[in-house]
């Protein structure tokens, strides 16, 4: 089945459909959200990509991040993505948006308007192996000294919300 991406503007207004890989490969901004699932100790749940994953295989990354279906809400998109790669669903709140663009080795270009979304969960999640290789607990703190110590295993896009958005990310409060 032929995924599409939802092309939009800088303002987040949709121009149009496009089958994901002609989007990559064309580096064109579409929308697409990343999940951050913290626990009552302020950990957040990291991921590590799957081996047969497209691009960034075995990478580490946010606890869940894909892109939203045409007509899906934010918030629609990322509990469907949390319960597809995670295997399980929590209340999240959208936090803020921001675009970036990351190119990488296999010609292709993340070029995205990011909704980031925020959300806590205590259980440990059920991972599907299709998607996720593993996943860990680390604090806000943690994560960025191993980025800056180790960033050749995080995710462009991760290392870029990161840096750009840490003080919103551990300032938020439900």
Not at 121 to 137: F, G, L, Q, R
Not at 139 to 152: A, C, G, N, R, W
């Amino acid at each position: 089945m032929e995924e599409h991406v939802v092309l939009v503007d800088e303002k987040d207004n949709p121009i149009g459909l496009m089958e994901k890989m002609e989007a990559h490969e064309k580096a064109l901004l579409h929308r697409a959200f990343s999940v951050f699932i913290f626990n009552k100790k302020g950990e957040l749940m990291l991921q590590q990509r799957a081996a047969s994953k497209y691009h960034s295989p075995l990478l580490w990354t946010n606890t869940c991040c894909s892109h939203q279906r045409d007509g899906e809400s934010n918030i629609e998109a990322g509990k469907r993505r949390l319960q597809e790669e995670m295997g399980f669903v929590t209340e999240i709140a959208e936090v803020f948006s921001f675009i970036y663009k990351a190119p990488f080795d296999n010609g292709l270009t993340e070029h995205e308007l990011d909704h980031v979304m925020i959300g806590y969960y205590e259980a440990a999640p059920d991972v599907n192996k299709e998607e996720v290789t593993s996943y860990k607990w680390m604090t806000l703190m943690d994560v960025k000294k191993d980025i800056e110590q180790h960033p050749q295993i995080y995710t462009a896009w991760f290392k870029i919300i990161f840096k750009e958005s840490y003080d919103r990310i551990i300032n938020f409060k439900p």
